[in-house]
């Protein structure tokens, strides 16, 4: 775990201050002091030698080459490492120095040949320039706070938070988004002024001001361009090719014995890659509802090293608790403190954890997947029949009521099947989870989960899928 952090003055003369300082040691649970920029009105630092990296080093700077901190990796660093070279840049092994020299040459337009999960900032003292980075799927996380006369970011909200100038006061209409997904999707976050950066965005700030651009955003979607065969057939390339980039000597997964993980460890195994497995069980629950036997059956099948957690029901109140003080934003997932106790086996034992949560419907897993099948039998038919199976499923077919009326149960496109994902509630539902009375403004809420959705409307399914 690393982090970085730093302060950007908006106003000329800006004279030095201990926010840095401040902000740094609210960050030392992620790792020892590794270095510090500080230029003008710029000031950068960054936590956890290991993967935290600073560039120019600590005691080396110089008002003429551009700087960088980096939380993260660039996993193609050695083909543009090669690039610059042919270009005169050498010396960059250090993904840090690679991105400030990259962004010193071509300035953003270097950010459409990088791959990897960053979060970064970088200052180029020749234009005046300064970026603030976040990866396309947002691996890292950023977070900003921006007053008339300086910007702070950092990798956790209490690091902004150690500046006495930030306030700590909730936003209303957030909290109710935050009841009404579990979570509070980008650019918000619970607290008023304090943003984080959408995945695939950059802010760049230099003397004509701030703006906020998206660098990684797909291309519309063509009809007739690509079949939902071609979609499923193109998302199996991407995680083949995902898992061989991220693959490593020591790699651990996260296994239920469901199809996401199964597919993460078949896939690795597949390459030639070993790793060991974990997983965590829940004796106080019937068999049926504990994943030890499915995981330790899929763990055999494939050849691996596999190690269990038991997690007893009442020490569910306790890790809640232990999770409160991890977890930078309050996320509505119940399997959060089961799995802060799995953690704690391989803690110290291997470099990477892979967990296939989340991705289960993508692989065909739970009720979900099953009623979309339905739903491909009645595509043909007025959508009305779909709310008909709905009842029927509630009734008869055991699944659970937040599908019964879901627009996922029957959708006229295949591909439409995709994006249906994001209308899982009737408008009924929505009004009850948004029901006047509650703090905030229904119709900002609205218009707020309305563009989250509307953002992917666009893109190809594969990118809708993924998002």
Same mark, same amino acid.
């Given at each position: 775990m690393a982090g970085i952090c730093g302060t950007i003055h908006?106003?000329?003369?800006?004279?030095?201050?201990? @926010?840095?300082?401040?902000?740094?040691?609210?960050?030392?649970?992620?790792?020892?002091?590794?270095?510090?920029?500080?230029?003008?009105?710029?000031?950068?630092?960054?936590?956890?030698?290991?993967?935290?990296?600073?560039?120019?080093?600590?005691?080396?700077?110089?008002?003429?080459?551009?700087?960088?901190?980096?939380?993260? @990796?660039?996993?193609?660093?050695?083909?543009?490492?090669?690039? =610059?070279?042919?270009?005169?840049?050498?010396?960059?092994?250090?993904?840090?120095?690679?991105?400030?020299?990259?962004f010193a040459r071509e300035g953003s337009d270097f950010l459409a040949r990088v791959q990897g999960s960053f979060a970064a900032a970088i200052h180029d003292p020749a234009s005046k320039t300064t970026w603030l980075v976040r990866d396309p799927v947002g691996t890292r996380?950023?977070?900003?706070? @921006?007053?008339?006369?300086?910007?702070?970011?950092?990798?956790?909200?209490?690091?902004?938070?150690?500046?006495?100038?930030? @306030?700590?006061?909730?936003?209303?209409?957030?909290?109710?988004?935050?009841?009404? =997904?579990?979570?509070?999707?980008?650019?918000?976050?619970?607290?008023?002024?304090?943003?984080?950066?959408?995945?695939?965005?950059?802010?760049?700030?230099?003397?004509?001001g701030v703006r906020s651009v998206r660098y990684d955003a797909p291309a519309p979607a063509d009809?007739?361009?690509?079949?939902?065969?071609?979609?499923?057939?193109?998302?199996?390339?991407?995680?083949?090719?995902?898992?061989?980039?991220?693959?490593?000597?020591?790699?651990?997964?996260?296994?239920?014995?469901?199809?996401?993980?199964?597919?993460?460890? =078949?896939?690795?195994?597949?390459?030639?890659?070993?790793?060991?497995?974990?997983?965590?069980?829940?004796?106080? =629950?019937?068999?049926?509802?504990?994943?030890?036997?499915?995981?330790?059956?899929a763990a055999h099948a494939l050849g691996t090293l596999h190690r269990e957690r038991k997690v007893a029901i009442d020490e569910i109140g306790a890790l809640f608790l232990a999770v409160a003080r991890i977890v930078e934003e309050p996320v509505g997932a119940s399997w959060m403190p089961p799995f802060h106790r799995l953690l704690e086996v391989p803690s110290g034992q291997v470099q990477t954890i892979w967990t296939g949560q989340g991705a289960g419907a993508l692989h065909g897993e739970g009720d979900a997947w099953r009623w979309l099948q339905v739903g491909e039998w009645v595509a043909g038919l007025p959508e009305r029949v779909g709310g008909l199976l709905g009842g029927v499923a509630l009734r008869f077919g055991g699944i659970r009521p937040e599908y019964a009326k879901s627009r996922l149960i029957a959708v006229r496109d295949e591909r439409e099947r995709i994006l249906s994902s994001f209308f899982l509630f009737e408008e009924s539902e929505l009004d009850r989870l948004l029901r006047p009375g509650n703090r905030g403004d229904r119709q900002t809420v609205r218009r707020g989960l309305e563009r989250w959705r509307e953002a992917v409307e666009d893109w190809e399914p594969l990118a809708q899928g993924l998002h």
């Open positions: 908006l106003e000329s003369g800006a004279g030095a201050d201990d @926010r840095l300082d401040a902000m740094l040691e609210r960050l030392a649970h992620r790792g020892a002091r590794d270095g510090r920029v500080r230029w003008g009105p710029i000031r950068f630092g960054c936590v956890d030698p290991e993967v935290a990296q600073v560039w120019p080093p600590r005691g080396s700077e110089t008002p003429h080459v551009a700087c960088a901190v980096l939380d993260g @990796r660039i996993d193609n660093a050695p083909d543009l490492a090669a690039a =610059l070279a042919r270009h005169g840049v050498q010396g960059t092994a250090n993904h840090a120095q690679l991105l400030s020299a990259g996380p950023l977070y900003l706070h @921006r007053s008339r006369g300086r910007i702070l970011f950092a990798s956790e909200i209490r690091a902004l938070l150690g500046d006495p100038a930030v @306030r700590r006061e909730i936003d209303p209409d957030q909290l109710r988004v935050l009841l009404a =997904l579990g979570f509070n999707p980008a650019p918000h976050t619970l607290l008023k002024g304090i943003h984080k950066m959408p995945p695939g965005h950059l802010v760049r700030i230099d003397p004509s009809p007739d361009e690509l079949s939902f065969d071609d979609a499923v057939e193109a998302y199996r390339a991407t995680l083949r090719r995902v898992v061989r980039r991220c693959a490593g000597e020591s790699t651990g997964i996260l296994l239920s014995g469901g199809p996401d993980s199964a597919a993460l460890l =078949l896939l690795h195994r597949k390459g030639g890659g070993t790793a060991t497995t974990y997983t965590a069980g829940f004796p106080d =629950l019937q068999e049926e509802d504990d994943e030890r036997v499915s995981a330790w059956q």
